[in-house]
């Protein structure tokens, strides 16, 4: 449904709340985030490095694998209700031709596909690197910053449901573009903070999972809207697989 729900949100919400409605399906992704790291926090310290490097590292994916069972039944149940079926019919939320999207909506292909890109790098920066950095240059315990981020995660939902307040204010366009320059010039002070200790480092997190929410909480409504009612629905399926691809 990552194609299909902010299509639906799209065009179900009343005008002047679709920034709103176009946030909730994405605070997913930060209640997840805060989910794994807090049991990848509560594996490392509980278990030996031995026990950890062989199994326990495993565990969480395994979690993951039976969790997304479950949502790919509760999705196939929920295209093939009658509600969903009548609604894609009353709203023209049906698939088009690929050739056909390209030729009308190609440039707003194009740029969905790299309209996100910030909030996918500021990813990246608050999550993945500064762990490395922790490990490789300081002594700092991974589990305690594991929940620094747990902390961070939940700054991100707080980002999140702020950008659809202010999107709905400012639009949705201009919120995108303004965060996505927020995190360019927060990201070039992150080896500056990384590397001033242990407080500077909580800081960077911090505001790095409050940009990050800002960011991604308008993602997917700021491209859906481009492609109308007939290309919105395979516009935006495109898009999404380009941005992860």
């Known amino acids: 449904m990552g194609d299909g729900l902010p299509s639906l949100l799209a065009l179900n919400a009343p005008k002047h709340r679709r920034g709103w409605y176009a946030m909730l399906g994405q605070l997913g992704a930060p209640v997840g985030f805060i989910v794994a790291a807090a049991l990848f926090s ?18 969480p994916f395994f979690a993951a694998l039976a969790i997304n069972v479950v949502a790919l039944f509760s999705r196939l149940r929920l295209v093939v209700t009658h509600e969903y079926s009548q609604e894609m019919g009353e709203r023209e939320l049906e698939p088009v031709p690929v050739s056909e999207l390209f030729r009308v909506k190609g440039r707003h292909v194009f740029i969905g596909a790299f309209a996100a890109l910030a909030s996918y790098a500021m990813f990246h920066i608050v999550t993945i690197f500064p762990l490395s950095w922790i490990q490789l240059f300081t002594e700092q315990d991974i589990s305690r910053f594991l929940m620094v981020q747990v902390v961070g995660g939940f700054l991100a939902i707080g980002g999140m449901l702020a950008s659809g307040l202010i999107a709905d204010r400012f639009g ?5 573009g303004a965060t996505a320059l927020a995190i360019a010039v927060f990201s070039g002070f992150a080896p500056t903070l990384l590397g001033g200790g242990a407080v500077s480092q909580q800081v960077f997190m911090l505001v790095g999972f409050l940009l990050l929410g800002l960011s991604y909480g308008q993602a997917s409504g700021a491209v859906t809207r481009n492609f109308g009612a007939r290309y919105r629905y395979t516009g935006a399926a495109l898009t999404t697989d380009l941005k992860h691809g």
């Open 42 to 59: 509560f594996l490392y310290s509980s278990l030996s490095n031995a026990d950890f490097y062989d199994w326990g590292w495993r565990y």
């Open 172 to 176: 949705r366009v201009p919120t995108l």
